[in-house]
Structures are given as structure tokens and as C-alpha cells.
């Protein structure tokens, strides 16, 4: 019996050393006596039992040849991903440095545009400030303006009215100088009166009373009419000099007012004049201020919209 066991072990195919190596799943799990031929040989099975194990050989033999394609198809697989790998272009990777350089400047113009913006407010601010202070001034320059012209409507009035006081008293002086010429002709008339009838008379000579010198008395009335008489027209000169030259001051110094005055209105008005000019130069420069702030915001918006389009 042992030697048709032999024979018939022999016959059949056993399982190699190297397949209790196999990294094929569950073929590692067969017991490792399986493929032993001695044991078969020495074992003592009936027939259903070696049916089972021809057909475990069976089915490992198919699943190491199996394992044998499968490698063969790993193997050629490789190969073909090898050379496709070599025949492909290599991938690379797309540089954005320029993009961020392009962000960093755009950030950059960003900022200086903000800082521009902010020196151009402070600007406006200075400018709206500046032109405050301007319409302050031309409204204190406007009142001064109003009071001076006040103030030489009124020196008008009063050079008016000198100038006719001073008319009046040129024809009060006329009528005084007309009167004493009046009394001049009437005093020489009754002087002559007297002397014709002086010397019509006769001379009557009175032992008891002593002689009168009428001539001596007549000389003597005449000098003292003549004496009052010129002091009268010396007073009446003198008051009339006095007044002329208090009225010719009066005129004088009102004409030097006025004079100062309406070189104080011409500079008042050059003075308006330039600050006018002045402010419309400042509105001139804070709207072009505005219309540039506007431009530029206009400008680095649209940048910066099409900055994060690209991004």
C-alpha cells in the first residue's frame, strides 16, 4: 500500500515549497501540510477527501498562474505609464509673481492715491477756511466802507452849509462896508453942514464970558466920531478876518478830510477789489481741486475693479 500510495502522489501535481511564500490572498491561508506528499502517502483517506485535495491543488495552480498574469500585466502596465510619463510635456506650474508685483504697485498707487487725497481735502479745508476768513474780511471792509461813505455824506452837508455861512457873511460884510461908507458920506456931509454954517455966523464977543474956539470943538468931536468910527470898521474887520480865517480852516481841514477820506474809499476799494479777486481764484482752485479728487477716485476705482477681475 505504500507503494501505490508513492505512485499515486507521483502522479499527481504537488504544491512547490515556494507557494507558502505567495503573496496571493488566500492562497496563503491553505495549511501548510497540504502539499506534502508524505503525508498523503501516510494519511489514511478515502476518495472524497483526495478529491478535495486535487481540487485545492487545482485551484492553487489556477491562482498562481493568475498571479503569474497579473504580474506580467503590472509589469507591462508600468512600462506603458513609464513611457507616457517620458513622452508627456512636464507640467508646470504657472508663475503669478507678475500679478502680485502688478497688486503691489496698484496697492502702492492705492496709497499715495489716499495720501493725495487726503493733502488735497486738507487743501480744500485750508481753502474753505482761506475763503471764510476772506468774506470776514470783505464784510468788515463792506462796514467800514459804508460808515466812511456815511461819515462823508455827512462832511458833505456840513461843507454845504459852510459854504453858505460863508456867503452869508461875505454879504454881512458887504452890507457893513456898504454902511460905513454910509456913514462916511453922512459924517463928511454934516461936517461940511456945520462948518458952512459956522462960518455964516457972526462973532459975538461977551466981555463976561470967556471966547469958545468952536473950530477946536469941532476938530475935537470930528476926531473923537473919527476915532470911534475906525474903531467900529477895526472891529468889524478884525471879527470878519477872524471869521474868514476860521471859516478857511474849517473849509481847509474839511477838504484835507475829504481828501484822506476818498483816498481811504480808493484804497478800501483796490483792497475790496484784490480780495475779490482773490476768492474767486480760491473758488477757481478748490473746484479744480474737487474735479481732480473726482477724476482720481473715478480713476483708481476703475484700476482697482479691474485688479480684482483679474485676481
Known sequence: PNMSCRSTCSSR??????CHTCTLPGACNIPANVGNCGWFCEGSFNGSEKETM??????LASYLEKVRQLERENAE??????????????????????????IEELQQKILCSKAENARLVVQIDNAKLASDDFRTKYETELGLRQLVESDINGLRRILDELTLCKADLEAQVESLKEELLCLKQNHEQEVNT???????????EVDAAPTVDLNSVLNETRSQYEALVETNRRDVEEWFTTQT?????????????????????????????????ELQAQHNLRDSLENTLTETEARYSSQLGQVQCMI
Open 245 to 277: 480865517e476860521e471859516l478857511n480852516k474849517q473849509v481847509v481841514s474839511s477838504s484835507e478830510q475829504l481828501q484822506s477820506y476818498q483816498a481811504e474809499i480808493i484804497e478800501l476799494r483796490r483792497t475790496v477789489n484784490a480780495l475779490e479777486i
Open 194 to 204: 456945520l462948518r458952512c454954517q459956522i462960518g455964516d455966523r457972526l462973532n459975538v
Open 54 to 59: 486535487q481540487f485545492l491543488n487545482d485551484r
Open 13 to 18: 501535481p504537488c504544491v512547490p515549497p515556494s
Open 77 to 102: 502596465l508600468e512600462s506603458r505609464i513609464r513611457e507616457w510619463c517620458q513622452q508627456q510635456v512636464p507640467f508646470v506650474c504657472p508663475s503669478y509673481q507678475s500679478y502680485f508685483r502688478t
